[in-house]
RNA sequence: GUCUUGUUAGCUCAGCCGGUAGAGCAUUUCCCUUUUAAGGAAGUGGCCGUUGGUUCGAAUCCAACACAGGACACCA
């Protein structure tokens, strides 16, 4: 039996106590005419009011009981419901000798019930509803968490989110806050004319990005596939087809470690804009940062952590060479040969592979001396060309990519660049990426040869970015953990039994 | 994947110089008609994460495993 715990035995008897008295512990004829929000709202009168109540007002409430206090003939419990909670109070003559003795014996914390009665402010000033009916909606078998601690092991939090918001209601407004961002975000490009659009999911090469896919079967076609890492070239096929503006709101599954900043499948907005150019991205990017704040209500200096990201200013923008040397502190001299930053790594105890190229060495420094110090909203652009394989070239130099990347407290946020769309150069740059995976690169990128036909029939001048929704989130809700902007963050599955490996 | 810390009642935790398990809340029974972690009285409740080892004896010491937190690695 599931509910084999003595608790829950007893809540299943009080269930079927219920029952034989007519009472219908699962009833669904449940409606409410006030939340516990408006309830309160409305009735602020009653406090400054002669009799501290209002006897011709009628609401019903409903709602899950979060703390009940029985005290012979009369009880006080609070209700909660989506928006809030409210004190009730019911008593002997309120709801009837017999039911008040039942609802004593039958209802408790957890229950979910539904109480009709007037508004009145108690002794001690608190705005109450005064219970004429009181009926159970839902009798909650399994007991909730201690009321004072409540639930506070990060494991059960995650495993079980319902409870978790249950018993944190903070948490709930995280994701609330998560869905405005998301549709914020959504109705930003909905009003620039931007079209959303939706692409497999299940891809028969896992491109857009570097990284280790999940794969799965599909049994019909006896084949592999792979969830994706990004939507990428898909979206770009679509700019060759005709969608000059589109974007997409979506999951991404990458088959790596997780920590604080990564879940294996996590939310991603990808756009691309025709006729536009990395510049444009990062002015539309801070437009948007601006609006985000606007709706989420947010200062413009708003708390991460012990920081502080000061969105006040236009967002900085430094070129990749110059943050090494003016964030990073790097002499100039030092970045100019491969041999000087080994030189400097190694002084400075860090391990160096002599065989990375100047730009990946770039990103090593970039990575140890630069990132961590980018907490203000800022814009590194101009990238080494080796450490971005999708993105176009600079006409004067082509050892630079025309792409950028937002950091804020010290996190990417979003990359975005000009696309490249040269269908030789990228059929080249996949079939080098091809002999490095040959060579025993396995993170290199495959060869898509459907993408650069694609681009044979002519992608126009575009620009896209990538923008991480789920980092996007902690940062608005100063959350450290990706897992709590995260509804059912992965986890472990438990295997109670231990069973013995076969050995 | 590596290192590290943790796992004891429904929840939050103590016990860890080895001697056979404790508190608060919850729950059960009783008292209490304006309480705010309500109060008073008396109870119930434990495969001490799992499996093995050391020992006369293990929640406690050792090992392996499982899960979780943190750090690192991988990774945008």
Redesign the pocket.
């Known amino acids: 039996m599931i509910f084999d715990?003595?608790?829950?035995q007893?809540?299943i008897e009080?269930a079927e106590a219920l029952r034989e008295l007519g009472k219908n512990p699962y009833t669904h004829n449940i409606k409410k005419d006030s939340t516990t929000e408006e309830f309160k709202r409305c009735y602020e009168y009653v406090k400054d009011s002669e009799t501290?109540?209002d006897e011709n007002k009628k609401n019903t409430v409903v709602g899950r009981i979060k703390?009940?206090?029985?005290?012979?003939?009369?009880?006080?419990?609070?209700v909660e419901d989506e928006k809030g909670i409210l004190?009730i109070?019911f008593?002997?003559?309120?709801i009837g000798e017999e039911w008040f003795k039942a609802v004593?014996?039958?209802v408790?914390?957890g229950d979910i019930i539904s109480v009709t009665g007037f508004p009145?402010?108690?002794?001690?000033?608190?705005l109450?509803l005064?219970v004429k009916t009181l009926d159970i909606a839902t009798k909650s078998i399994?007991?909730?968490?201690?009321?004072?601690?409540?639930?506070?092991?990060?494991?059960?939090?995650?495993?079980k989110r319902y409870l978790d918001m249950i018993?944190n209601p903070k948490v709930k407004e995280t994701f609330k806050i998560r869905s405005k961002i998301v549709s914020t975000i959504r109705h930003f490009f909905e009003e620039r004319s931007f079209l959303e659009v939706e692409t497999p999911m299940m891809h028969p090469i896992a491109g857009g990005?570097?990284?280790?896919p999940f794969v799965t079967h599909h049994n019909a076609l006896g084949i592999d596939r792979y969830l994706r890492?990004?939507p990428e070239l898909y979206l770009k096929r679509l700019v060759v087809g005709g969608f000059e503006a589109v974007f997409e709101i979506n999951r991404?599954f990458?088959n790596?470690?997780?920590?604080?900043?990564?879940n294996p499948e996590?939310t991603?907005i990808e756009f691309y804009w025709a006729y536009h150019t990395y510049h444009d991205l990062m002015e539309l990017t801070e437009e948007m940062f601006n609006v985000l704040l606007k709706q989420l209500k947010l200062p413009a200096k708003i708390p991460y952590g012990d920081i502080e990201i000061d969105f006040s200013e236009k967002f900085k923008k430094i070129t990749y060479k110059d943050s090494l040397i003016e964030i990073g502190n790097i002499p100039a001299e030092v970045i100019e040969t491969k041999e000087e930053i080994l030189a400097y790594l190694k002084s400075k105890g860090e391990e160096a592979n002599e065989k990375l190229s100047l730009g990946k060495l770039y990103?090593e420094l970039?990575?140890l001396y630069v990132?961590e110090k980018l907490i203000n909203p800022t814009f590194i652009i101009d990238?080494p060309i080796d450490?971005s394989p999708l993105a176009r070239r600079k006409d004067d130099n082509p050892d630079i990519a025309e792409r950028f990347?937002l950091f804020m407290a010290g996190r990417?946020?979003?990359?975005g660049f000009n696309e490249l769309n040269d269908p030789i150069d990228q059929y080249n740059r996949f079939a080098s990426q091809l002999d490095a995976k040959n060579a025993g690169d396995d993170?290199a990128h495959e060869m898509d040869e459907d993408y650069v036909k694609a681009l044979g029939y002519g992608l126009p001048p575009t620009a896209g970015q990538?923008l991480?929704i789920d980092?996007l989130t902690m940062l608005l809700t100063n959350e450290?953990?990706i897992?709590d902007v995260i509804l059912f963050?992965?986890?472990?599955?438990?295997?109670?039994?231990?069973?013995?490996?076969d050995n």
């Open positions: 715990n003595q608790y829950e007893q809540r009080k501290k109540r703390f009940l206090r029985h005290m012979g003939k009369a009880a006080f419990a609070k004190q109070y008593s002997r003559e309120s004593k014996k039958l408790e914390v009145f402010v108690t002794k001690t000033g608190e109450s005064h399994t007991p909730l968490p201690e009321k004072f601690h409540g639930l506070t092991d990060i494991e059960q939090r995650y495993r018993m990005a570097n990284a280790k890492i990004a991404n990458r790596e470690g997780m920590d604080l900043t990564h996590f991603m990103e970039f990575d990132e990238y450490i990347e990417e946020i979003a990359n993170e990538g991480g980092r450290q953990s897992r963050p992965s986890m472990k599955p438990i295997n109670d039994n231990n069973e013995k490996e």
